[in-house]
C-alpha cells in the first residue's frame, strides 16, 4: 500500500492539512491514501482522494518550525469534528500569514481560482490525538490547482513506493 506524502502540506480554511500517515507515524486503513480514483473513475469522473491529518493536539509550531506558546487540546478539536467535514482546500494561504481580521487591512479572502478540493470523513482518533479524514479533489480541468496537486501527490506516492526519500 502506498503511503501519502510525510511532509505536503495543503490549506484549508480550517487549517492546513498534513498530508502523512499519522502524527506519529502509523499506517493507514488499507487503500487509503493511495490517490487512485474513487468508484466513481467508472463513470468518467474520476476524482482523486487522500487520506490526511486535519489537526493534531499539542503546542502549535512557528514559522521557523520552532515550539511556540500555544498550546491546543486534544477535547477542542475533538469536540469540533463536525466543523472538518465540507471544509474547502485551497493550494495555499492567502499572502501575510492567513486571512487576517474581518475589517482590517490585513483581510484576505481565499480565492475560487485557487480552490483544489473539499474534505470529508473527519473522524477523531484518541490513539493519535488528531483529526484525521480525506481530501477529495477537484481536477478534471487539466492545468486546474486540483489537476496540479493531484499530479504532484501522484509523483510524491510512486517515489515513496519506490523507496526514494520525500
Known amino acids: 500500500m502506498q503511503q501519502p506524502p510525510t511532509d505536503a502540506p495543503v490549506s484549508t480554511s480550517s487549517g492546513t492539512m498534513d498530508l502523512s500517515s499519522s502524527p506519529t507515524g502509523g499506517p493507514l486503513p488499507a487503500g487509503a491514501g493511495e490517490g487512485v480514483p474513487t468508484p466513481e473513475a467508472g463513470r468518467g469522473v474520476g476524482r482523486r482522494e487522500y487520506?490526511?491529518?486535519?489537526?493534531?493536539?499539542?503546542?502549535?509550531?512557528?514559522?521557523?518550525?520552532?515550539?511556540?506558546?500555544?498550546?491546543?487540546?486534544?477535547?477542542?478539536?475533538?469536540?469540533?469534528?463536525?466543523?472538518?467535514?465540507?471544509?474547502?482546500?485551497?493550494?495555499?494561504?492567502?499572502?501575510?500569514?492567513?486571512?487576517?481580521?474581518?475589517?482590517?487591512?490585513?483581510?484576505?479572502?481565499?480565492?475560487?481560482?485557487?480552490?483544489?478540493?473539499?474534505?470529508?470523513?473527519?473522524?477523531?482518533?484518541?490513539?493519535?490525538?488528531?483529526?484525521?479524514?480525506?481530501?477529495?479533489?477537484?481536477?478534471?480541468?487539466?492545468?486546474?490547482p486540483g489537476w496540479l496537486v493531484g499530479k504532484l501527490f501522484d509523483q510524491i506516492l510512486e517515489d515513496q513506493a519506490a523507496g526514494r526519500d520525500v
Open 51 to 144: 487520506r490526511c491529518t486535519f489537526m493534531a493536539a499539542g503546542r502549535v509550531k512557528q514559522a521557523d518550525q520552532k515550539q511556540s506558546e500555544w498550546l491546543i487540546p486534544a477535547s477542542s478539536i475533538a469536540a469540533a469534528q463536525a466543523q472538518f467535514d465540507g471544509r474547502p482546500v485551497y493550494l495555499d494561504h492567502p499572502d501575510l500569514y492567513g486571512f487576517g481580521c474581518v475589517g482590517t487591512p490585513l483581510h484576505q479572502e481565499p480565492k475560487v481560482s485557487r480552490l483544489v478540493g473539499i474534505t470529508f470523513g473527519a473522524q477523531w482518533s484518541d490513539a493519535e490525538q488528531a483529526m484525521t479524514g480525506n481530501i477529495r479533489l477537484y481536477d478534471r480541468a487539466e492545468g486546474s
